[in-house]
């Protein structure tokens, strides 16, 4: 998530977030990771792009949500042109899932990739509202 979150970071996540409606386009959440394995909880944070029933593609350094291009303010680097199409055979999120990215687009394992695909609620853990260490990058979201 750099340059927004970096490694050691500190953050309030507000773990009431327990429906799809608490979600807006671009919050950064906490997912328990899909890699994750029994022994080792691992948790990722990710920019929450993609809502159910929106389609998602990027083509020329721009993003396209239903169509639209809209400003993407949060990434950092490249991102590969890519549609929901072209990486999973449909065109839409799935109803009770997110698509999310990785503000480090080149960089970032994320839900582009079949291996993170897209997040169902039961694997969100919550919603980032402020960093607070280190203080000198306190910031809300």
């Known amino acids: 998530m750099e340059n927004t979150l970096f490694n050691n970071d ?3 996540i507000n773990h009431f ?4 409606e608490d979600l807006q386009r671009f919050d ?3 997912v328990n990771s899909p890699l994750e394995n029994t022994s ?3 948790t990722i944070i990710k920019r929450v792009v993609g809502l159910p029933g929106d389609t998602i593609e990027y083509k020329s350094q721009q993003l396209y949500i239903n169509g639209l291009h809209v400003k993407d303010a949060y ?3 490249k991102t590969a042109d890519f549609s929901l199409k072209n990486i999973y055979g449909f065109e839409r999120v799935p109803n009770n899932t997110i698509f999310v990215l990785g ?3 080149e960089e970032s394992l994320d839900s582009r990739f079949k291996e993170i695909g897209f ?3 039961n694997n969100i853990e919550g919603k980032v509202i402020l960093r607070y260490k280190p203080f000198n990058r306190f910031m809300k979201f």
Request: net charge positive.
């Open 40 to 42: 080792n909880k691992k």
């Open 119 to 121: 997040i169902s609620l």
């Open 28 to 30: 950064v959440v906490v």
């Open 75 to 77: 990434s950092k680097g």
């Open 17 to 20: 977030t327990n429906s799809i």
């Open 103 to 105: 503000d480090n687009r």
């Open 10 to 12: 500190k953050v309030l």
